[in-house]
């Protein structure tokens, strides 16, 4: 059975654009949550989807958006890119929503912002 | 706010040997869940153990188990045997009904020395 699969793997973007990660989730599950990982910060929630709707947001700015689609596959954005979006972003897929219930990771897209 | 404290940012420990990794947490809530979760280099984070704060019994996993202190709020990593490949990035998290998202630790990372 394929694991959470992320793309790109790595990304580098200019100040001011605009940026688009995917994660395809295992096959059944339905729940998706996006981290950012940094090294000051450590690992922070960003968006929690279950069944195309948000279930929880964490505390970032209006910039970060994201999706979840009918197949359960999950794109979070990135508008007008800051040095300080540079970061590894990890995808979780989970087969339902709720506490306890085991995340997947996948391997990550690391963003490098210059 | 939930919020998950791992002391030692760094650790060692010869191969064969026995390591201990430390973890406290701060809630209010009295049904929740703990994780410990592997970073390797390759980025990917993988389960390593869980435990469900209504069980008293200690979980283990193999080589894994942990020292589970409700009244203390703490929640330790034992690791037993220790193999070149557990060397990596471990992060303590927790998770509750009301916060279903994952809150992490900072991380601990632990050396194997051969």
């Known amino acids: 059975k394929a694991g959470v699969t992320q793309t790109p793997r790595y990304l580098i973007k200019t100040r001011g654009q605009q940026v688009t990660l995917s994660c395809s989730p295992i096959s059944g599950h339905r729940s998706v949550s996006w981290y950012q990982q940094t090294p000051g910060q450590g690992l922070q929630f960003l968006f929690e989807?279950?069944?195309?709707?948000?279930?929880n947001k964490g505390n970032f700015p209006g910039r970060f958006s994201g999706r979840q689609f009918s197949n359960s596959r999950s794109e979070m954005n990135v508008s007008t890119l800051e040095l300080g979006d540079s970061a590894l972003y990890l995808c979780a897929s989970s087969l339902r929503a709720g506490a306890g219930t085991e995340a997947f990771f996948g391997q990550g897209t690391r963003l490098t912002v210059v | 706010a939930q919020t998950v404290t791992q002391s030692q940012p760094e650790m060692s420990v010869q191969e064969a040997e026995t390591v201990t990794l430390s973890c406290t947490y701060d809630t209010s809530e009295s049904d929740y869940y703990l994780f410990w979760y592997k970073q390797p280099p390759s980025r990917q984070m993988i389960l390593v153990i869980r435990?469900?704060?209504?069980?008293?019994q200690n979980a283990t996993e193999n080589r894994f188990s942990v020292n589970f202190q409700k009244a203390a709020k703490s929640f330790s990593l034992k690791i037993s045997d220790s193999q070149l490949g557990d060397a990596a990035m471990y992060f303590c998290?927790?998770?509750?009904?009301?916060?279903?998202?994952?809150?992490f630790g900072k991380g601990t990372r632990l050396s194997v020395i051969a």
């Open positions: 435990q469900e704060a209504y069980k008293q």
């Open positions: 989807y279950f069944s195309e709707t948000q279930r």
């Open positions: 998290a927790y998770s509750s009904p009301g916060n279903t998202p994952l809150v």
